[in-house]
Every structure is written in structure tokens, then in C-alpha cells.
């Protein structure tokens, strides 16, 4: 039997996406299609005094303007996380109440796009405005209420006193700025109803099969009776996992003019309401023996939300995860400001935590004068301790080990001692980690008697190789060249794939379509395809089909799960510009099993890109008058390019968790971003001997 799973395997998707065939959820052709655009707030705290819409609705090709007094019926749905969801609990045009720049106050539809886009800026609006909460300087922060149905403080021992006994301490403040949500694809909607009483959607969705029963909620239907198809998504990283309001409105418009309707996102309004990583302030507080070994961690976190959901950016989580110390301090505290919602983006939480962490320990371990390597194979946990519960699988010593030896860490030389070419060179390393996830999926597969395979799931691909490594995980099981295998995703009228989130896509789906390929071969009476193929032809059937679901069992009770991950990299510095280059990178990472190495190390090289971008320039301010978002589009929201980022050296370590899943494999979507930008700051202070505390590490903060 040949082995695929393991191998470098091309992209499926690749030839389609390339040459331009794939189709994503803007593009569909529907007959009788009409455009709409939205009309957003100009102010971020008030409520709408006077709407004047003629104008707008006399203008060419206009079909019907909507604000919140004609707004279009739309029901509340549960919005649980597990019936249905939907990223801001205040529907779309519910008052006449604004509570963000940027917010949705109307939509134009007409017969062309210009003319939408001409007609919404003739609607007229007053209102009566008042004073905004766009600092954070000016917020008022709380107690952090329990996010997906866990506590946020969490207190172990007593940390006052690991700390009063403790040889060494450190205290010190890390920020990081608020991240725009950039994916290639705009959100984009087309809905398009059948009657009254059916509707499909074209719409990005990191979770077909919730994106499905939130729709039918929110219109009053059975689930049956709404269509999801999206079999390409142009990026997401958590902002296209549920509904936003835009999509929730044009699905209730185009119900009420009785034509499909589009609505696409300009990028200026991505920026202001499709989501964003909050801002941090991160207090982090260590305390040690002289040896190293840790008496005291405290973390606590100031983060903010917006006025019409609350979401907490959970940067505490990796804490109790990394290491160990008999008493432990988290907390984490909420401010409502008025600016768009924050959600979910690429590692939720673990990302700037691990920045502030991260950083935390390496100076610490210049206090101590121990090698930070050292520093975190002294403390690492070796059981999650808020579960309480042992690590499954856990090789992060080695990645820590491989990663020294592959980069030459053993040669590091003292801060500031190291130039080339008139610049300053330093040397940093982080950890890296991310829980394992895993959700319940289903899948069907078919062999047919030509040897083919056909592999049928809603769980979609947001670019990250989805298609691939269901291929690969078929072609395995039974036997087949990859080349044999069709995948079919994104589509809701096929078996729930689960979410593509969480980095659990690959850990859900994998023991499903494994599951399933195994009942074909059982069926079948045969150990391979091309036997059960041989059956299939003498018995004249046209396929032997098996459907297959598989779910997280009790395994949670007994083992915690988590990926683990080293970064190094080397910096150049040029101080009398402050200028700042990542000239050399190496992470190793333990992930459980590797289906397809090329997209694993892809989606590592994919993380440690986005961390150099949360590192060196990723910021977004909020004008303080007008609260909208200061970047507008992808040329004034800096990100890396390929001048910025060097070659990245991924390696990979461990073994198949089979503790979490049949094929021992977990996600690796995440963890890549995770300690970039620690790794970067702790090799700046190395080339400079300046400790610098807030992301991102812009030139002013490395003159000053």
C-alpha cells in the first residue's frame, strides 16, 4: 500500500485558484442579480436624529433604500455557540441608536453596483451626537464576565507570598495595539431566496453547517430550508466564522424586494466592522529561586470591547498551560469603548498573551543570568494546571533542543556585542503553543469502478488545505493514488464538517473520512481500494458508499491537549534610523501527526509571517474624534511584505497524539503566530540592550 499521509503533497485546490476558476462567494452567477451597499455611521455614539432617504431612492436604478424605519424582518436567534451565532447580539437596523463608527445604519439596492454606491451617498442623516470612549485611557474596566462558559480570574497558592520569598523578581507592562482583520476576500454576501421560504447563501464561512441553523433562526425557518454553498474562502484567520450584520441585513432585504441580492464590503468598511484583535495591556509579574526554578506567575490583562457584544481577547489561557509554579495569579479586565466589535483573529488570546509571557521570561532569565532555554525546560508544566489534568503527547523540550541546534544558539554572544555590516545583531528565541481542538464532523465517501474516490463534507477550506489533506487521508485508508480522490466541501447539503477554527479543521475531519474508508473496505470484504474496486466491478453496483461521524470522547477527562513550538530568530538593527529587519528564522514545532508536510510547514511559515507583521507594524488607531479607524485600506494598514520577511526553517518533532484522535494528528493553523513577536523583541534587546514593551516595534521606539 502506498504511503501518502506524511509526504509533500500539492494543493488540490491549486490549479483552480492560480488560473482563476475557483470561485469564491462574490462571484456566483444568479440570474436577476441586484447590488446593494451599506450606509455607515459617520459618528461613534449618539442616535440617528432625521434619516432622509428620497434622494436616494429617486437616484437611477434604485430598487429600495432601508434604515430602521422600514427595516426588514429578521428574528433573534439563540446565539449559543451551538444552535446559532452571529458576531454582534444587537441586530442589524434594530433603532435608531449608533454605538460605533462605522455601523450599519441603511442599505441602497439598485440594478448596478455604481448605482448603489452613487444613490447611498445621497442619504441624508442627522443626529444627535455624544461623547465617545475611544482611549482606553478613558475606559472604565471591570472584571473580564466568563467567555464560552469559563471564569477568566483563576488563583493558585498565594503569589504575594511566592513572591516575598523569592531570590529574583520581575514586573513589567507589555501592550499591543489593536489588528485589522485583512483577508484577500472582502466579506462578501449573495442571498437568494426560493419563494418566501428557501433561501441559499453565498457567503465566506469558516462553519457551514452553524452559518446554516443561524440563518434558519434568524428568519423563521427549518434548517433544511437554507442552503450554505462556499467552497472557497480567500482567508478568514476567525473573522468569517458566523454571521455580520451586513450579511444578516442584505439576507432580509433580498427577502422583501424578491431578487438576489450582493453585498460586498468596501475595505474601509472591513476596517470599521468586520472585526480586529482588541488591543492589550498585559501586567505579568515572575517571581524565582536562584536556581531558576519559579515561585510566582502572575498574569492579568486589560482588554476592551464594544458596546453591542462582548468578546475578552482571552490572553491568559496560555499561562497555566506553559509554566509551572506553586502559585499562580490570572485575571483579566473589560472596558466598553465605542469602536466595532473585536472577535477572534488567528490564535484568540494566545498570540499577544504569549508576547507579554514570553517576553516576561526572557528577562527574567537575563536577571538570573541563565540561558532562556534553560529558564523554560527548568518550569515547564507538566500537567495543564487549571484542568489539572497530565499533557498528552508533550515534546517541547525537544522542539526547544532541535530548534538550538539548528539554529546555533550555543554560540550566542553577550548583548550588544554582535555587528555586521554596521548594524546591530541580536538573537532571540520563544515558545510557541495552542490547545488542541477537536469538534464533531461527518463525512460520506465513495468508491466508484473506476477506481475513484469521492469525498463529500460542508467542512470547507479557508485557503489553509483542506481539500488536500481529505485527499490525502482517503488515498491513505484505502489504498489509492491522491490523484484518485475528489473532495467535495463547502456546501451545507452535505454531511456537517464541522468549523474551520480553533485549528481543529484537520483534527475532526481526518478520523472522520479515515472512519469511512475503513467501513468501505469492511463493507467490501477487502484491505485496499483497488480490491474493494476489483469487488465493485464483478458486482455491477455503481458505488459502495459509507458515511461516517466521529466526536471528542471522554479523552478531555484524562489528558489535556495542547501543540508546543520553539521560535529563534536573528535581527539586524540599524539604530540611527531604527530601522529593523528579521534576517534569519527557525521554528520547530510538536503538532501531533503531519498529514501533508508541504501545507503543515506552509501554515507555520503562513503564523510566523503574521507574527512579523504583529511585531513591526501591525497597529490601528481610532480617530479620537470620530472613532472611526485611521487606516483605511490595504495600502495604510502596513503588513509584511517579502522584503520583510526571510526564509523560515520549519522543522517538526513528536509523535501521532493517538490520546486525541485514531490518526493522532493535531491542528497547526495557530500555533505559528504564537511567540513571533516575543522571539523578536527578546533578539532586539540582545542586538541593543533595549528592553521594549509595546507592539509594534516601530522605528521611534527603537531611536528613542
Not at 473573522?239 to 475595505?267: D, E, N, Y
Request: hydrophobic share 40%; charged share 20%.
Amino acid at each position: 500500500m502506498s504511503k501518502v499521509i506524511g509526504t509533500a503533497v500539492n494543493r488540490k485546490d491549486g490549479y483552480a485558484k492560480v488560473t482563476g476558476t475557483a470561485t469564491y462567494s462574490a462571484e456566483h452567477d444568479v440570474p436577476g442579480l441586484v447590488h446593494g451597499v451599506v450606509v455607515t455611521s459617520t459618528i461613534s455614539k449618539g442616535r440617528i436624529k432625521a434619516i432622509d432617504t428620497r434622494e436616494a431612492e429617486k437616484a437611477p436604478g434604485v430598487t429600495a433604500v432601508f434604515t430602521h424605519k422600514n427595516a426588514p424582518k429578521v428574528f433573534k436567534p439563540s446565539n449559543n455557540f451551538m444552535t446559532s451565532k452571529i458576531y454582534e447580539a444587537r441586530l442589524p437596523l434594530s433603532d435608531d441608536q449608533i454605538h460605533y463608527a462605522g455601523q450599519i445604519i441603511g442599505l441602497v439596492v439598485a440594478d448596478t453596483f455604481e448605482r448603489a454606491r452613487h444613490a447611498a451617498h445621497l442619504v441624508k442623516v442627522e443626529y444627535d451626537a455624544q461623547k465617545p470612549t475611544i482611549e482606553a485611557k478613558n475606559a472604565v474596566f471591570k472584571e473580564a464576565p466568563p467567555q464560552m462558559g469559563e471564569e477568566f480570574k483563576f488563583v493558585k497558592g498565594d503569589v504575594a507570598a511566592g513572591m516575598a520569598g523569592a531570590a529574583t523578581k520581575m514586573e513589567a507592562t507589555y501592550t499591543t495595539s489593536t489588528e485589522l482583520h485583512a483577508p484577500m476576500e472582502p466579506h462578501a454576501i449573495i442571498a437568494h431566496w426560493q419563494g418566501t421560504d428557501a433561501l441559499t447563501v453565498y457567503e465566506p464561512s469558516q462553519f457551514v453547517a452553524l452559518s446554516q441553523r443561524t440563518y434558519a433562526e434568524l428568519f423563521g425557518l427549518p434548517s433544511e430550508k437554507v442552503r450554505i454553498i462556499i467552497p472557497y474562502l480567500g482567508g478568514a484567520f476567525g473573522s468569517k466564522a458566523f454571521p455580520w450584520p451586513h450579511g444578516i441585513l442584505a439576507a432580509a432585504a433580498a427577502r422583501q424586494i424578491k431578487r438576489p441580492l450582493k453585498v460586498v464590503l468596501s475595505r474601509r468598511q472591513v476596517t470599521a466592522n468586520a472585526g480586529h484583535r482588541s488591543e492589550t495591556e498585559q501586567t505579568v509579574r515572575l517571581a524565582a529561586a536562584a536556581d531558576g526554578m519559579l515561585s510566582a506567575i502572575a498574569h492579568e490583562v486589560k482588554s476592551s470591547t464594544s458596546p453591542v457584544e462582548v468578546f475578552t481577547e482571552p490572553c491568559t489561557s496560555v499561562t497555566p498551560a506553559m509554566y509551572t509554579a506553586p502559585n499562580l495569579l490570572l485575571n483579566q479586565e473589560l472596558a466598553v469603548m465605542n469602536i466595532g466589535t473585536p472577535t477572534f483573529m488567528r490564535a484568540p488570546g494566545e498570540a499577544p498573551g504569549m508576547w507579554a509571557l514570553e517576553s516576561a521570561m526572557d528577562e527574567l532569565a537575563w536577571a538570573l543570568k541563565l540561558d532562556p532555554i534553560e529558564l523554560r525546560l527548568k518550569n515547564e508544566a507538566k500537567e495543564h494546571q487549571r484542568k489539572g489534568l497530565p499533557f498528552s503527547a508533550k515534546h517541547f523540550a525537544d522542539c526547544l533542543k532541535v530548534g538550538a541546534e539548528r539554529f546555533g544558539w550555543k554560540d550566542r554572544p553577550q548583548p550588544r556585542s554582535l555587528t555586521r555590516d554596521g548594524k546591530l545583531i541580536g538573537w532571540g528565541m520563544a515558545a510557541a503553543t495552542f490547545p488542541g481542538f477537536r469538534g464533531k464532523t461527518s463525512a460520506k465517501v465513495r468508491l466508484l469502478p473506476d477506481g475513484s474516490v469521492h469525498v463529500l463534507t460542508s467542512g470547507n477550506d479557508m485557503g489553509t488545505g483542506s481539500y488536500t489533506v481529505v485527499a490525502i487521508t482517503a488515498a491513505e485508508t484505502l489504498g489509492v493514488p491522491v490523484e484518485k480522490v475528489r473532495v467535495e466541501m463547502g456546501d451545507s447539503q452535505l454531511p456537517d464538517g464541522g468549523l474551520a477554527g480553533g485549528s481543529q479543521m484537520t483534527a475532526s475531519l481526518v478520523p472522520t473520512v479515515m472512519k469511512a474508508c475503513q467501513d468501505i473496505l469492511k463493507t467490501a470484504n477487502c484491505t485496499t481500494g483497488t480490491e474493494a474496486c476489483a469487488a465493485l466491478q464483478k458486482s455491477g453496483r455503481a458505488a459502495i458508499e459509507a458515511s461516517a461521524s466521529s466526536a471528542p470522547g471522554d479523552e478531555t477527562k484524562k489528558w489535556a491537549f495542547q501543540s508546543w513550538g520553539a521560535h529563534f530568530c536573528e535581527v539586524s538593527v540599524d539604530e540611527a534610523i531604527g530601522r529593523l529587519r528579521v534576517t534569519r528564522w527557525v521554528s520547530v514545532m510538536d503538532v501531533g501527526r503531519i498529514i501533508n508536510t508541504k501545507a503543515a510547514a506552509s501554515q507555520v511559515r503562513g503564523g510566523v509571517i503574521m507574527g512579523i507583521g504583529q511585531a513591526l507594524m501591525e497597529e490601528c488607531h481610532f480617530d479620537p474624534n470620530t472613532g472611526y479607524p485611521v487606516v483605511y485600506d490595504l495600502a495604510t494598514y502596513h503588513f509584511p511584505a517579502h522584503a520583510d520577511t526571510p526564509r523560515i526553517d520549519v522543522a517538526f518533532v513528536g509523535e501521532p497524539d493517538l490520546n486525541f484522535n485514531p490518526a493522532g494528528v493535531r491542528g497547526v493553523g495557530e500555533i505559528g503566530i504564537t511567540g513571533v513577536s516575543a522571539a523578536i523583541a527578546n533578539a532586539v534587546y540582545h542586538a541593543t540592550g533595549k528592553r521594549l514593551r509595546s507592539l509594534p516595534l516601530t522605528p521611534d521606539k527603537l531611536i528613542a
